[in-house]
């Protein structure tokens, strides 16, 4: 496992980028009781994202059926 050097985020840019959108789009806009209730929230979050959201950087479709395509 190749690990990033400290300050440098450019060199793991898929993660970054997912990490902006869960802080964004689900984190931020949420206050939690429990940790079920986040880990509920995280789960549903997380299927929306991978299949009712379009994705433009493959196309304006969803990354299942991009999956789904591809195999």
């Known amino acids: 496992m ?8 450019q060199q793991n840019a ?6 902006r ?6 984190l ?4 939690f009781e429990t940790i079920k209730e986040a880990q509920n929230q995280a789960s549903e979050w997380l ?14 479709i969803t990354p299942t059926i991009k999956l789904k395509t591809a195999a």
């Open 2 to 9: 190749a690990y990033i050097q400290p300050g440098k985020p």
């Open 14 to 19: 898929y993660i970054e980028r997912y990490n």
């Open 21 to 26: 959108s869960v802080r964004g789009e689900w």
């Open 28 to 31: 931020s806009q949420y206050i």
């Open 47 to 60: 299927w929306t994202y991978n299949n009712e959201r379009p994705d433009m950087s493959i196309g304006g």
